[in-house]
């Protein structure tokens, strides 16, 4: 079974800086990685995506996000990080790591478990 494990979540003052990784492991072989990403899910909010990044490359964020978070890889490691970096209140969440591992015309979908960031004001 696909192991998403999640790190470096905490508390942080607002404008401050976290970064987060997320392990892919137990993969079989005849998967492979389409994308990873992260989503967040507020108190009594829908859980939203935040950031992901493809196989090619390709990375996608959240307007809110924009311009304070990056997301990276480090493929050979089946590793995803997000650098959060002038944070606000408002990024207040559970944070999910998140997969989409391809074999042949068939995705299939992988979540940690979440890991908590809590901004104070």
């Known amino acids: 079974q696909v192991q998403l494990v999640e790190s470096g979540g905490g508390l942080v003052q607002a404008g401050g800086s976290l970064r987060l990784s997320c392990v892919a492991s137990r993969i079989s072989s005849i998967l492979t990685i389409n994308a990873m990403g992260w989503y967040r899910q507020a108190p009594g909010m829908q859980r939203e995506l935040v950031a992901d990044i493809t196989s090619g490359g390709n990375t996608k964020y959240a307007d809110s996000v924009k311009g304070r978070f990056t997301i990276s890889r480090d493929i050979a490691k089946n590793t995803v990080y997000l650098q959060m970096n002038s944070l606000k209140p408002e990024d207040t969440a559970v944070y999910y790591c998140?997969?989409?591992?391809?074999?042949?015309?068939?995705?299939?979908?992988?979540w940690g478990q979440g890991t908590q960031v809590t901004v104070s004001s």
């Open positions: 998140h997969t989409v591992l391809r074999n042949g015309p068939t995705n299939y979908v992988y």
